[in-house]
């Protein structure tokens, strides 16, 4: 029982050693000034009333110093029902326990001491109560009272949010990831190309469930003091930022706990663009969908169809000009979102070129394909029914292999013929490179197939010669073996700049214009810029085949059948693309 003497106002003082010397003069001096009442009436035996009443003026002034000192000190007597250390006992065990609205009840102040889920059957609702389930409290220490307060050393285990959430981004990166490489592209991405909300949601919710099957390995402990105030009769806790992040699971977040937690694992969610590849052993890619061909009336267009695939062309110098003196105004093109390819027909330096530039999402899509699919087939066709053989979006001749013997044939990461002699050579590696050799470089069948396996060499093209290598020309002896080099003569060029980024260009009669020595061939590459550039077979074969249908002017006006096409084709899978 709480007895409460008197309380009132204290009177001013400037200092705590100033107010208890005030408070000292004010006692002693009534005490004294009744004192000597109480002697005075004393010796006057008959007047018992006075003497009550100095006795009574006594004890008044011992009153009134009580109520100086309750003003300054507050509760001077209490009894509680119970010891500060068993209450807090009592309340560390119900928290223990999971029997957390009694635990409430026992706190001084009216707040919500226990965080609740906002959704039911959320990820959320299973994280707090993961996170009520982990408390394990323990008092450490005896306790310390400082009048109607008191504080009991103990500690705290509990499930720390900021250990789980490193393994919940882990585990959603993760499986967005597989997502993303076993999905169409419409079951995860919006129209904007972002994650679709529900699919996110959807593998947080699975990753919850996950990471939650073993919540021991998320334990924090924490130590702190629990305070309480006698209140009412009783103590009761008063929960202090120690006690409350323990509760909290180490977050300052409150209610907003578990919701917060989604967020900053979506909110440091890598984004994983959908990569579309084409199988290595593929003999044929994907069919591209016939409405993504189209012309452009304006040069323009074409400007603005780059400027519109920054994921394709961003940070690529283009070989296009719209200023160029064109032969046909015209440019005919197809985009989807793993190829951007355009062509047009320009005079360069007094000479008709047909031009072909390609872009590409993944260097998958720059492919070789032979007649019949298979090294050595006597079966030789038109390169515009291997480009629909293949499903090629765009396509140009080889170096038409069958034709002779000379030179190097590497297929399918496979070495098929090695007679180099004094040919230049391109290597096509898992990159879309184009990697040279020179005559010499490659002594023997043996230094050959080391060359294929450390420069991951998936096709060879042996004609040439090179023209341009890291952006530098390059000359060739003026007696080289193939192509003709220093007669007038069309010709095919298969040209790279950045990675994924080509350029193909043929020369061929017509418009009153004559065709090329290498060495003129050679200039126009070197105008437009190009990185690295490779002469294959020309002639009749020169050609340039969009959509199945050849773009250049042929010689004789006919297609010559031939054993190979180079060819660049979409990777989108048919049904996301049809």
């Not at 285990?157 to 919940?168: H, M, Q, R, T």
């Not at 909110?267 to 052993?281: A, N, Q, V």
């Not at 070789?368 to 298979?374: A, G, I, M, N, P």
């Not at 170096?399 to 590497?410: C, H, L, N, W």
Request: aromatic fraction near 10%.
């Amino acid at each position: 029982m709480l007895i409460r003497i008197c309380t009132g106002t204290p009177l001013c003082y400037n200092s705590p050693m100033e107010k208890m010397q005030l408070l000292t003069i004010i006692y002693i001096g009534s005490l004294f000034f009744f004192l000597m009442i109480l002697i005075f009436y004393a010796g006057k035996k008959s007047d018992f009333r006075k003497i009550f009443a100095a006795v009574a003026a006594v004890l008044l002034c011992g009153a009134l110093f009580l109520c100086v000192l309750s003003a300054e000190k507050g509760t001077l007597y209490f009894k509680p029902s119970e010891e500060p250390q068993v209450c807090a006992e009592r309340f560390l065990n119900l928290v223990s326990e999971g029997r957390l609205e009694e635990a409430a009840s026992m706190q001084s102040a009216d707040e919500a001491l226990f965080l609740s889920p906002r959704e039911l059957g959320s990820a959320e609702e299973l994280l707090l109560s993961r996170l009520q389930e982990s408390y394990s409290c323990t008092i450490t220490g005896v306790e310390a009272l400082d009048g109607t307060h008191a504080s009991v050393p103990a500690s705290m285990e509990y499930l720390d949010f900021s250990k789980i959430s490193p393994d919940l981004s882990e585990y959603v990166n993760t499986r967005m990831a597989e997502m993303v490489d076993t999905h169409r592209k419409s079951e995860i991405y919006d129209e904007n190309d972002n994650y679709r909300e529900d699919v996110l949601h959807k593998v947080y919710d699975e990753a919850m469930n996950e990471v939650l099957k073993n919540p021991d390995r998320y334990i924090s402990k924490s130590d702190f003091s629990l305070e309480m105030d006698y209140t009412d009769g009783e103590w009761k806790i008063s929960p202090n930022q120690n006690l409350k992040l323990a509760l909290a699971g180490g977050s300052a977040s409150g209610a907003n706990l578990a919701d917060n937690v989604r967020s900053e694992v979506l909110g440091e969610l890598i984004y994983i663009p959908k990569i579309y590849t084409i199988e290595e052993s593929a003999v044929k890619g994907p069919k591209p969908n016939l409405n993504n061909y189209g012309v452009a009336e304006d040069p323009m267009e074409i400007v603005r169809l780059v400027e519109n695939n920054p994921k394709l062309t961003e940070g690529k110098k283009l070989f296009f000009d719209p200023n160029a003196d064109f032969i046909h105004i015209k440019q005919e093109y197809y985009c989807d979102e793993t190829i951007l390819c355009y062509t047009w027909r320009e005079l360069v330096n007094g000479h008709a070129c047909t031009f072909a530039e390609i872009f590409l999402a993944d260097p998958s899509q720059f492919r070789r394909k032979l007649s019949q699919d298979t090294f050595g087939s006597p079966i030789q066709k038109y390169a515009s029914e291997l480009s629909k053989e293949a499903n090629a979006v765009i396509a140009m001749n080889g170096d038409f292999y069958k034709f002779r013997a000379e030179g190097m044939t590497v297929y399918q990461r496979t070495l098929y013929r090695f007679n180099p002699l004094k040919l230049e050579l391109c290597h096509v590696n898992s990159n879309g490179d184009l990697l040279f050799t020179y005559a010499g470089d490659l002594e023997n069948k043996e230094a050959a197939e080391q060359y294929i396996k450390d420069n991951d060499v998936l096709f060879t093209l042996a004609f040439g010669p090179v023209i341009v290598a890291n952006g530098e020309p390059h000359e060739s002896s003026p007696g080289y073996l193939l192509g003709q080099v220093n007669e007038i003569y069309s010709r095919s060029v298969l040209a790279r700049g950045e990675p994924c980024h080509y350029l193909l260009m043929t020369i061929n009669h017509g418009n009153n214009a004559p065709t090329a020595t290498v060495a003129q061939t050679r200039e126009i590459m070197l105008k437009k810029g190009v990185t690295d550039a490779y002469v294959l077979d020309g002639g009749q074969t020169a050609e340039i085949i969009l959509n199945h249908r050849v773009l250049n002017h042929i010689d004789f006006n006919a297609e010559r059948a031939v054993s190979d096409i180079l060819y660049f084709a979409t990777a989108l899978p048919e049904e996301e693309n049809q």
